[in-house]
C-alpha cells in the first residue's frame, strides 16, 4: 500500500489529516529501522496498537525494546537509518526538511516548522519471551518490504495491565487500550496472569490500591487525555457513558486481585 493510500485508510478509520500523515511515517520508519537492524529491537506500545491491531488512539511515539544482551544501536545510529526514507515522503507530503534530532534514548522528528510529528524511545529495560513475538509486513517504497517484530496482544495486554498499576501516576490511554484489546477478545493466559501477580506482590499492590487506580479514570481524566487522541464519535460516544466502558474492563482484567478486597 502506497503513502497516499495508507493516509487515506488511517483517515476512514476516524483520524485527521495531519495525524494519519504522521502514522503512516510512523509505519514508515519502523519498517526502516526493522530493515536495517532487524534483531535489535521489538516495537511495544500504543504504536503496536495503532499500526498493527487497528487501535483508533493516536500515538506519536514509537517505542523500542532492546533485545537479548548485544549492544544495542545508538540513537544516532537510528537516526542515520530513518532519515533518507522520512526526507523523501516528508517532501511528498510538504512537511519537509525534517528536522531529525538524537539524544542518549530517544529521536525527535520534526517538520520544517518545528512542530513535532513523532518520537522514537529506546528502552533498555524489560523482555518479552520469545513464544510471544510475531511479525508484521511493512511496505517501505518502490517495491521494498520489511519486517517488523512486536509482542502479540497477550503480551501486549500484560505489559499494559502492569503499566496501569505501576506508572507513578494514572494515564487513561493504558485504560483504554486494555479496553481495546478486551474488546478485541483478549484475556491473560493463566502465565500471564501468573506473572502479573508476581509482579504486584512484588510491588506490594493491593486490592484497595487497584480499586483506587479505577477509581481514577474519571471524566476529568479522560478528558484532558482522550478527546484530542481519538476519533470524535468514538470520544462523544464514551462521555455519554461517562467513560464506563473503560472501567469495566478493568474491573475484569484485575477481578481476581479485587475479590481479596
Not at 533518507?84 to 539524544?103: D, H, Q, R, T, V
Request: glycine letters at 6%; a negative charge; hydrophobic letters at 40%.
Amino acid at each position: 500500500m502506497n503513502l497516499a493510500a495508507q493516509i487515506a485508510s488511517y483517515v476512514h478509520r476516524g483520524f485527521t489529516r495531519e495525524q494519519a500523515e504522521v502514522i503512516a511515517m510512523m509505519r514508515l520508519a519502523a519498517g526502516v529501522l526493522f530493515r536495517d537492524l532487524p534483531e535489535s529491537f521489538l516495537l511495544f506500545g500504543g504504536a503496536t496498537l495503532l499500526l498493527f491491531h487497528d487501535s483508533v488512539r493516536h500515538s506519536a511515539d514509537l517505542d523500542l525494546l532492546g533485545r537479548g544482551e548485544r549492544d544495542l544501536p545508538s540513537a544516532n545510529d537510528i537516526q542515520s537509518s530513518i532519515s533518507k526514507e522520512l526526507e523523501s515522503a516528508a517532501e511528498a507530503l510538504n512537511l519537509g526538511p525534517l528536522k531529525i534530532g538524537a539524544s542518549s534514548n530517544h529521536v525527535l522528528v520534526d517538520d520544517r516548522h518545528g512542530r513535532r510529528l513523532f518520537k522514537i524511545d529506546i528502552t533498555r529495560m524489560g523482555s518479552v519471551f520469545e513464544s510471544a513475538v510475531e511479525e508484521h509486513t511493512v511496505d517501505i517504497g518502490d517495491g521494498g518490504v520489511a519486517t517488523v517484530k512486536s509482542p502479540t496482544r497477550d503480551f501486549l495486554l500484560l505489559q499494559k495491565a502492569e503499566c496501569f498499576l505501576l506508572r507513578k501516576y494514572v494515564k487513561a490511554r493504558d485504560a483504554f487500550d486494555i479496553h481495546c484489546l478486551r474488546e478485541s477478545g483478549i484475556r491473560l493466559s493463566e502465565q500471564f496472569e501468573n506473572h502479573l501477580d508476581d509482579a504486584l506482590k512484588n510491588n506490594e499492590i493491593d486490592a484497595d490500591a487497584i480499586a483506587a487506580r479505577i477509581k481514577q479514570v474519571n471524566e476529568r481524566l479522560c478528558k484532558a487525555e482522550l478527546q484530542s487522541v481519538l476519533p470524535t464519535d468514538v470520544f462523544d460516544r464514551l462521555e455519554r457513558e461517562h467513560f464506563q466502558p473503560l472501567r469495566d474492563p478493568l474491573n475484569e482484567l484485575y477481578a481476581r486481585w479485587l475479590k481479596e478486597n
